[in-house]
């Protein structure tokens, strides 16, 4: 699943505005002082590298950090696998795919243009569904701990805590020290911390929380109910992939979106077609430019859940809502409270860290941050991009930095998923960001587009439903951004993403030859008309 | 929304203008829409109109001026695929003064991916080939001339103009011009009188990609008198590339729908009306009539858009007319937010004080009757509900969002239906029931239930197949029919042996029992006839129909010449029969050519029936079950042994054959059966 406030694109480009002036600074103050500590610290320490955070961030950091020979600590919080693999995106999968294939079945009209009949009716079994997510997350958090202690990762079961010099003296110093909360044992870094607590859920205030008929994702994944009615609050990756479950399962969906465009985080086009492929069609309505001010819980049977809904902009209130569930995925917060940030002299802006480029944290947000030696922050908690494997890239980009390789993360190559049925895929950013883009930089936005309508092997599977944009810089040919709407668009996005990491043109992936017939010819018809060639 | 900009025949509109009255043409013409109006033609179709002729005038000026420019209607090549250069005529469906119809195939052309059919775009007469067969012509070329009038043919044919010769050609014309246009004048009447003289714009089917003819409406997101907003999505089109919706691009209110959900309609062609005035909205929908029907629309769509844009016509007139009754008598006077909530919360807005000016229902007056709903309503409500131990809350709408979508799209009063879902909500399942579209489920006549669900029964009338039909036609025409039956009950013991005996061999029941009947026949032939009102016919042949239920009908397969052929060769024939009934390939000689019929319910346990005579036989054997009997048998131990018989029934036209051949017949093949070694 993938977690995204919606602020956060907000405060990302706020990061990205004030991480450029000071890398100049950072840059120089980083390296020297480097060299001396480890020197004076030399022989005096439990490992290389201490890592706080167990999630997906944290462990692919602790598989470089191995990789490059450092000897590596990660603190797990008592939660091996973080949000990802515990309460986000694999049991989210799990649910998706069982759902999907109920969904699939029950479409008669879908399978009798196949051929196919199911006679009498699909059933599922709640729990049996249910059991297959908590088994999913299970086992791969299971993999994933194995992979750990496999390639010689000590995982420390306490939630870390940073131990400051006193007096907020990190900035000067550095900081090397991480107490275990529950044993109270301090464990020294010989050379950096990287620090990877992740988010959780965030609740609007006003909002009562039960996990049973007001939950969040934490809650939802469960599936503890599949009530008649559910309403959810926030219309993002988290809203939209529960929609899909809770629909396929026979619930009915009112969203309840804030801004006012349901889906406001995607690029306005996919939206669109989005909402009429996930939303128009099926049991679904929704309220925009409203806000959940006051949400009580129910108690199944005996009384409904109810939902006071007020105007964004007059706060006037507008209507009520008597529901069975309410979900609530309006986002996510950093889990990084009580940690010692503080007493390294860290400040957070609503809990998100400030980092540099190179993933280093700085003393706080704005100009007047400075690198603070030795600490660096991935993932979630620095809010440049809410995704698991944009956690992990970060996780090995400060490990390079770690070992002297200067590096950076590209977050435009970093492609996203929601994963619906039919799926949204996107890498670099929305065409409106791409148009102030290219004319605050001074270059031509392109854009061509490839249909699966048009596409034998959607035929096939009676999928016709979708379109590829591919969006790219007139001059240089590079691709810019893509956008997918259409069946398996997140498992064709990766053409697109290495394309983005690469600078590959349009003019060289035109040239390439996709498989016939497949998918991917969606993005051939799409690159070629890029430059002025057919594809069919 | 994009628009195809097509070809503009500028002919065409001041055509219009000439005959119509200027304020209603201006009317037809907002900015937008007048490139629209005009725009027919897409990448496909094989015509540049010079459009002189395609408006026949109601006057005898403006006829003459017509006539003065009877210029050809030209055929071009059409581009059949996006990669077409050229194209090679390969046939021409038409002569040279053939009359052709708009829709009608006119020539067959090669392009490098196929060969296809070009349609006639407009009616006329085929006045000149250009390109005759196996010449190539590149794609744009005019390779035919069109006359919209005979009269024109040879003026056409001659010189490719037309206009040289106003004197006799226009009172040549003249009468055939009355005559052979009936439905272009009264298309131009239509076209004069139908726009009317309000604000509106005309939404049509837009060009959604470069290869697309005609769009599908694939659903309406607005109803006929729903507030739309420029930038709003109305509907979703499908095209040959993907599904797309279409936005309004002007604000508005949609008085009609011309081509409705599911329904195709040709580039350029309207597919609704939008009222700038919610007054203006009835004139239009009887406007959108007449647009739906052809007659206004000055772009003439091709024909299987036309054959899909005609029931639609036909609809739309009565519900004009009913919408406009309605209006008039209860007048509800509702600001549009007022309206627009009102249908949110599914209130009925004619139960709403307004209090605004001249009584005008405001959305504050819509807001404070949700939130105090009406007596009536109220006491209704929990008396209704299954659930009943929860009240909403004021203002409260308790339905789920499907049953909010369905009750608005029927203009129901959601608090007029009962709720059988959670918290006595109303759901989507109850405002089908409301709306008749679901039948309430059939309640069990046993109290308190604890018993098994009750079966769904099948309710209504299922129409006959053609092979039902055909049974039922037969059995029918049996009844002028005398018959009798005579029954025999028949030992089974040693058939049963012998039958254990030659299975392995492949030998079947039905082919032992064709086998029997058939040697019977033979020696009693009276049997195997048919009654003819000159005598009895003898059949030579006996050719035995063995009746075969298959799934939803009755067909009876014939084994000819049974009685001189082998059961094993009777037994394979048989099954190809068979498999040739489940399939529905029997040729009428297989299943029509018997001289008498067994039907075999043997396998079924049947321990006795009769059956009917079908027509033109004779005879028919009706086969029951075998079932064992205790029998007196003083050779026997016990004094008694065990064996097994079996009921046969033959019923017999009695026009020809008697109680006595019957009784014979049954004899023989009584002792055929119980030694029926000869039958190997």
Known sequence: MRFLLASVALLATQASAFVAPSRGSAAASASAPATSLDASRCGNYDYDVIIVGCGVGGHGAALHSRSQGLSTAI??????????????????????????????????????????????????????????????????????????????????????????????????????????????????????????????????????????????????????????WVAIIGSGYIGLEFSDVYTALGSE??????????????????????????????????????????????????????????????????????????????????????????????????????????????????????VVPNVYCIGDANGKMMLAHAASAQGISAIENICGRTHEVNHDAIPAACFTHPEIAMVGPTEEQAIERAAKEGWTLGKSQGSFRANSKALAELEGNGMA????????GKVVAVHIIGIHAADLIQECANAVAAGTTVQELSMMVHTHPTLCEVLDEAFKGAVGMAAH | MKFIAGISSTTALICLLSWTDPNS???????????????????????????????????????????LNAEAIKITMPALSSTMKEGRVVTWLKSEGDEIEAGEAIMVVESDKADMDVEAFEDG??????????????????????????????????????????????????????????????????????APDVEFSRLDMPALSSTMKEGKVVSWLKSEGDAVEAGEAIMVVESDKADMDVEAFE????????????????????????????????????????????????????????????????????????????????????????????????????????????????ASDVQNAAMSPPAGAAAKKPAAAKVPSWTPAAGVIAATPTARALAKKAKLDLATIAGTGEFGRVTADDVRMATGEMKPKKKSVVPGGGGPAPVELPEGLVPFTGMQRAVSNNMEKT?????????????????????????????????????????????????????????????????????????????????????????????????GLVDKAKTGTLKPDEYNSGTFTISNMGMFGISQFDAILPSGQGGILAVAGTQEYIVPCKQAVLGMKKISKMTVTLTCDHRQIYGADAALFLKTFSEIMMSPKSLV
Not at chain 2, 37 to 62: I, K, M, Q, T
Not at chain 2, 146 to 166: N, R, Y
């Open chain 1, 75 to 228: 603190f797990s919080g008592g939660d091996v696998g973080g949000t990802c693999v515990n309460r986000g995106c694999v049991p989210s999968k799990a649910l998706l795919a069982a759902s999907g294939r109920v969904r699939e079945m029950r479409a008669e009209d879908h399978l009798s243009e196949f051929g196919i009949k199911v006679e009498g009716e699909v059933t599922y079994d709640r729990e049996g569904v249910a059991r297959h997510a908590k088994q999913l997350a299970n086992r791969v958090k299971g993999n994933l701990e194995g992979s750990l202690t496999a390639l010689g990762v000590d995982i420390v079961e306490g939630r870390g805590v940073l131990v400051g010099g006193g007096g907020g003296a990190g900035a000067v110093e550095g900081v090397h020290e991480v107490k275990d909360e529950t044993s109270g044992k301090v464990y020294t870094a010989k050379q950096d911390i990287i620090l990877a607590p992740g988010s959780i859920p965030f609740v609007p205030p006003g909002v009562t929380v039960d996990e049973k008929t007001v939950y969040t994702s934490d809650g939802a994944l469960e599936l503890q109910s599949v009530p008649q």
């Open chain 1, 253 to 370: 969906v009112t969203f309840i979106e804030a801004l006012p465009n349901i889906m406001p985080t995607f690029d306005r086009e996919i939206a669109k077609q989005a909402e009429r492929l996930l939303i128009r069609d099926r049991p679904i309505d929704y309220r925009t430019g409203v806000f959940a001010s006051e949400v009580t819980p129910g108690i199944p049977g005996v009384k409904p859940v109810t939902i006071k809904m007020i105007d964004a902009k007059t706060k006037e209130h507008v209507e009520t809502l008597e529901v069975d569930a309410a979900m609530v995925a309006t986002g996510r917060v950093p889990n990084t409270a009580n940690m010692g940030l503080e007493s390294v002299g860290i400040e957070t802006s609503r809990g998100f860290v400030a980092v540099d480029s190179k993933m280093r944290v700085m003393t706080k947000h704005g100009e007047d941050g400075v």
């Open chain 1, 469 to 476: 944009k591919v969006l790219y810089n007139k001059e240089s």
């Open chain 2, 25 to 67: 043409a201006s009317a037809f013409v907002p900015s937008s829409s007048s490139s629209s109006l005009s725009s027919s033609s897409s990448s496909f179709v094989g015509y540049a109109r010079n459009d002189a002729s395609v408006v026949v005038e109601p006057n005898a000026r403006a006829r003459r001026e017509t006539s």
């Open chain 2, 125 to 194: 007469y085929l006045a000149k080939i250009l390109t005759q067969e196996g010449e190539t012509a590149e794609v744009g070329a005019v390779v035919a001339l069109v006359a919209a009038l005979q009269g024109d043919i040879a003026s056409i044919a001659e010189g490719g103009g037309g206009g040289d010769e106003p004197g006799g050609a226009a009172a040549a014309s003249a009468p055939i011009a009355a005559e052979a246009s009936p439905a272009a004048t009264a298309a131009a009447g239509g076209g004069g009188g139908a």
């Open chain 2, 251 to 362: 604000d508005g209110i949609i008085a009609a729908i011309i081509t409705q959900e599911g329904e195709a309609a040709a580039v350029g062609s309207p597919v609704a009306l939008i009222a700038a005035n919610e007054a203006d909205v009835p004139a239009l929908k009887a406007y959108a009539a007449i647009l739906a029907g052809g007659g206004g629309s000055p772009p003439p769509p091709p024909a299987s858009a036309a054959a899909v844009a005609a029931p639609p016509a036909a609809k739309a007139a009565p519900k004009a007319a009913a919408a406009s009754a309605a209006s008039a008598g209860g007048r509800v006077v509702a600001s549009p937010m007022a309206k627009a909530m009102a249908d949110e919360m599914g209130i009925d807005i004619s139960t709403v004080v307004g209090t605004g000016p001249d009584g005008r229902i405001t």
């Open chain 2, 479 to 575: 009844l002028d029919c005398p018959v009798f039956r005579a029954s025999r009950e028949i030992e089974m013991d040693a058939f049963n042996e012998l039958y254990q005996q030659v299975k392995p061999k492949g030998v079947t029941v039905s082919a032992l029992l064709a086998k029997a009947v058939a040697k019977a026949l033979e020696k009693h032939p009276i049997v195997n006839s048919s009654y003819r009102k000159e005598g009895t016919f003898f059949n030579k042949d006996i050719n035995i129909a063995m009746a075969v239920a298959i799934d939803g009908g009755l067909i009876t397969p014939v084994l000819k010449n049974a009685n001189e052929r082998g059961v094993l060769d009777l037994g394979e024939d048989w099954k």
